[in-house]
T-cell receptor, first 117, second 112 residues
Framework: ETGVTQTPRHLVMGMTNKKSLKCEQHLGHNAMYWYKQSAKKPLELMFVYSLEERVENNSVPSRFSPECPNSSHLFLHLHTLQPEDSALYLC????????????????FGEGSRLTVL | AQSVTQLGSHVSVSEGALVLLRCNYSSSVPPYLFWYVQYPNQGLQLLLKYTTGATLVKGINGFEAEFKKSETSFHLTKPSAHMSDAAEYFCAVAPRGFKTIFGAGTRLFVKA
């Protein structure tokens, strides 16, 4: 496999369910990201991990919980979501020069389309 | 604060016509600038980027963009549109650190 792989591609869940989104990158990068893409809104950066440490958390509700067990894998754990959380969730990776260094080009997965009923 | 403004949420051109997608940015420090493209049901992929050096940047699929510091612009062009260019295009700025700021996107329609 190459690039950035996200699973599942589509997910439908009720508000009381618990589910997880998975992202895996095969590019040897040291930074990984979760973005939320909603209709008619700019991409929203949710979380950034560099060298497996979370370096940014953009005031995301606690019902979203990220996990980065190693530099190749990133998870987004979901629980008690709201219908407004329905969106395309995009994972990306990049090679950062330092822990706080410039991200440069982002490599995106194809996204996980989440629908919350 | 950094920001990106893409003029026009939708642009429609005829096949073979010039494509021009506009992007203006604000940044307190010299930025890196990017254009990404998103085809239906896919993630974003890089079209081109400006970091330093030559201000006219060539990308994939015949696209190019010119960094104009005086105008704080980074417009995307292609001399002749193809049906396969129909997609959504995102301009982005990365002043420093990890926070790449994206514009709202411009959807390009190509008419036969």
């Amino acid at each position: 496999e190459t690039g950035v792989t996200q699973t599942p591609r589509h997910l439908v869940m009720g508000m009381t369910n618990k589910k997880s989104l998975k992202c895996e990158q095969h590019l040897g990068h040291n930074a990984m990201y979760w973005y939320k893409q909603s209709a008619k809104k700019p991409l929203e950066l949710m979380f950034v991990y560099s060298l497996e440490e979370r370096v940014e958390n953009n005031s995301v509700p606690s019902r979203f919980s990220p996990e980065c067990p190693n530099s190749s894998h990133l998870f987004l754990h979901l629980h008690t979501l709201q219908p407004e959380d329905s969106a395309l969730y995009l994972c990306a990776s990049s090679q950062a020069e330092t822990r706080q260094g410039l991200a440069g080009e982002l490599f995106f997965g194809e996204g996980s389309r989440l629908t919350v009923l | 604060a950094q920001s990106v403004t893409q003029l026009g949420s939708h642009v429609s051109v005829s096949e073979g016509a010039l494509v021009l997608l506009r992007c203006n940015y604000s940044s307190s420090v010299p930025p890196y600038l990017f254009w990404y493209v998103q085809y239906p049901n896919q993630g974003l992929q890089l079209l081109l980027k400006y970091t330093t050096g030559a201000t006219l940047v060539k990308g994939i699929n015949g696209f190019e963009a010119e960094f104009k510091k005086s105008e704080t612009s980074f417009h995307l062009t292609k001399p002749s549109a193809h049906m396969s260019d129909a997609a959504e295009y995102f301009c982005a700025v990365a002043p420093r650190g990890f926070k790449t700021i994206f514009g709202a996107g411009t959807r390009l329609f190509v008419k036969a």
